[in-house]
């Protein structure tokens, strides 16, 4: 156990390593893709369509950056173990280490937007609440059990069917509309709420809402993510321990 926890903060400082290496911005990067989109959406959304949305720049902020921690995840799933494939012929590790690297890279670069969402929270006059003891853990807890599943399954998968790029590209598109990122979840009409029930990301992304616009948690929705999470980590556990011998081939 502590030799694959060293092996996955050595993997971790090489993730965040390359990531900024000879880069001129850095950490600035981490904030700069979803802030651009946040301003397009807003011009779109609230100034060309005029939508009535309350505290809009804040429902947007709250919904990009927690997506941009997913959905980065799960696009640079497919390529995890194929980059790696220098050292899955020659070493033997854990292969599963890669995975879980990969996605604290990215939450590590969510963590350190946090500041940006903090400053939109004071504008728009939120501040952090005794909830938060219990919120913030549980909504990065949901985060990484859904992100870790999908990885799993993703990765695994890829490896046998190149395709599966293309496909989570596209899912991920498809399911950032789904979402409630955009748009609060509240808007949804009724007799389309059950879309979000089958959405693994919806639940997500209101328990991240409700830390930091001081919302009422959506209990619902939450233990469908909740459920979603458990299924897909315990779905890509056991794909990944049932391929895994044939990486090293295949690759």
């Not at 854990?94 to 929270?121: D, Y």
């Amino acid at each position: 156990m502590e030799h694959t926890r060293d092996l996955v903060i050595v993997l971790l400082q090489k993730e965040l390593k390359v990531r900024y290496q000879a880069t001129v911005l850095g950490y600035v990067w981490s904030v700069l893709q979803p802030l651009a989109m946040a301003m397009v959406f807003l011009f779109a959304f609230k100034i060309v369509l005029k939508n009535n949305v309350e505290d809009y720049p804040l429902v947007l902020i709250t919904g990009l950056f927690p997506w941009q921690w997913m959905s980065n995840s799960v696009n640079v799933a497919s390529g995890i173990f194929l980059a790696n494939r220098n050292l899955l012929k020659r070493v033997s590790f854990p292969r599963f280490t890669l995975v879980l690297a990969a996605a604290l890279n990215e939450s590590a670069h969510f963590l350190f937007c946090l500041p940006v969402i903090g400053a939109f929270m004071v504008w728009y006059g939120h501040r952090p609440t005794l909830e938060w003891f219990w919120l913030v853990p549980s909504a990065f807890a949901l985060q990484t059990i859904v992100s870790v599943g999908l990885m799993l399954i993703v990765s695994t998968a890829n490896m046998f069917f190149r395709d599966m790029e293309r496909i989570v590209a596209l899912g991920m598109m498809l399911a950032f509309y789904l979402t409630p990122i955009i748009y609060p979840a509240d808007i949804v009409p009724e007799n389309l709420r059950w879309i979000m029930y089958l959405n693994p990301f919806a639940g997500v992304t209101g328990l991240w809402r409700a830390v930091f616009q001081n919302r009422p948690v959506d209990v619902s929705l939450t233990a469908a993510s909740v459920a979603w999470g458990i299924a897909l980590l315990t779905f890509g556990t056991v794909i990944y321990n049932r391929y895994k011998w044939r990486f090293a081939e295949v690759v």
